[in-house]
């Protein structure tokens, strides 16, 4: 029996799993040997103390894919050599830098990346081709919370971790459905429940998963957690519930943000602004003081939305006056949602930012541009998710290199996006399988290892960082993102990308993080500690936590940051931040044709993502047949439809203080189910389907392409 200790592929929990064979053999082996595999969840792991979820522990039947793709691939699916691909892109890219500018030229990038493939493309677009244009779908799901955390903390920090939730007297989960969508850290809250009488606070429109096995489920109307969070901010002040000498040592604009709440709301009644009771709102702010340890966690149904980044802050603002950052079982705390979201978000995978954590001041440039030896640094940001794929549109961008994501049915308005790179002159995508939505739009298509082949580095929730390891011998000529990144580099002219393994990548980053740390010693990121790691080392990395910045700290978890009060804005203070945008104007407008309701979107129980990874196996399949629109009796009654009957959703809603107004023409088909849990007036789809698994194409063909600016 030999065995390899890994992290699961799927969510920002980042589970460490252990695979054995049955063999008398050494790992890696050859595919037609997986059969001898088993996986189960590392006991040793930090995030999962040996639990797995059903789509951890079916990964191993995500290995073989019915189309995996094993070779370059020309628009006409034909096979062609990697040589011939790289040279067609780098004439391509260059052909495109010449006559239109560096500007032309965009990456798009995914949370499924490992951080050294997520390093070598920012490093190639920001400092060689001089484009910011590089952007990630880690922007849907988590760039309201970076917003906060850095406008709040000065940097994008998640404070806590994961034991926090099992010393909360009160953990509070806000636009969450942690059961389905982080669920070995939700069996971690009920087991904390079951020996400390934890509560556990959920709000959100829908009676999830998660909401029926809370303690209290706050049903609050659609966007307008803010209300809910602000009138709480002013219920701490009113009551002098605060900690006011943390407040005074620790932070700035306490009084600012009250004073300004109070002018923008009035006597607003809280309750009615968020479809709550009195005495609900009541119990659940006589509960957050109830007890220091508070914790409040929140996902999607926060951070996508027009307000995300206010309500973020609204939530922090109530931690931060409570003296509750940095301290155990208590503060603010963002669900990831993919593996590697944070892992991106620290080599600068964002438009907004540098790799590090760094910015665009003339310093943090320079410093960059040095470490890289970079004759382009960029100098300031580039265009984001939704701005990019709208420059994609109108021609301003002709060449995009797509990595590990399927922006043609992820993205909101994805009819667009579609015919965006359909009309692109110059279309790259990289992947593990060829008949993706996007797959099927790209000039060319290059083969990507896949989970179980590739061998990195990921990041978690809680800062946690992994090693993904390969157990499987590559079948056909799948090579790791980061390689085929750099051989185009080199194809390009550029020197610097002559790395032989991800370790090369790994410790030049943890490099520039050493440099990073001595010029700004007030930043919280830190993996310093790593620089001088040998490759033996990298090999056997033990989960370990950041800020690392001594090598004896590798295997070092359950550590939290600014525990000192200190934190990484420029006077050492945390910001309470009040925006006008949440104002109790910024409520959703009525409801006002008979035909018309409020549209939520998010996961599935045991699906991923476009289900590229997880649609063809048949035991994840049975939970979710077909794309259905789930709604209560009453609101089916009202709009006149029934269980099962197929109907056409258009996009007529704006969610936040606009009229609905009908915008598009775009629409998708979708069964009625009815369903109890979810509010009248409104309705859910699952994010997960699309036209390779459902002719009808799935729910962002009708969501609009609004964002959070
Ligand atoms: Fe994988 Fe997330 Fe499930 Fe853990 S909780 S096994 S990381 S999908």
New binding site residues.
Partial sequence: MTSINS?????????GVEVSSNLDQALPLATHQIDSLSLT?MAKHP??LG???A???NLLASIEQPTNLLYPQDASGKSISWNDAINTISQRFNEVISEHGPQAVAFYLSGQLLTEDYYVANKLAKGFIGTANVDTNSRLCMSSAVSAHQRAFGEDVVSGNYQDFEQARVIVLVGSNAAWT????FQRMLAARSANGTKIVVVDPMASATAKQADVHLAIKPGCDHHLFNGLLSYLAKHDLIDAPYIQAHTEHFDQAIQQIATDYQDADIAKLTGLSADQVLAFYQLFVAHQQVITASCQGVNQSTLGTDTTNAIINCHLARGQVGKPGSGFFSLTGQ?NAMGGREVGGLATQLACHLGFADKERSLVAEHWEAPNIVGHKGLTAVEMFDAVASGEIKAIWVLGTNPAASLPDSHNVSKALADCPFVVVSDVTADTDTAKLADLLLPALPWSQKDGTVTNSERTISRQRGFVIPKGEAKADWWSLAQVANAMGYAGFEYQSAYDVFVEHAQLSSKVKQAYPYKAFDISGLASISYEQYQALKPTQWPINDTSQEGTTDRRVFTDGQFATETGKAQFVYSKQTNLERSPSPINKQNQLLLNSGRSRDQWHTMTRTGHIAKLRGHQVEPTIAMSQATANRVGVSQDQLILCQPVVNCVNEDYVSTKNNATIARVEIDSSISVDSAFMSMHWTKQFSRAGGVNQALDSRYDP
């Fill in positions: 992290s699961c592929a799927y969510c920002g929990v980042g589970c969840g995030a999962n639990r797995l979820c789509k951890g522990e982080h669920p070995v850290l593996p």
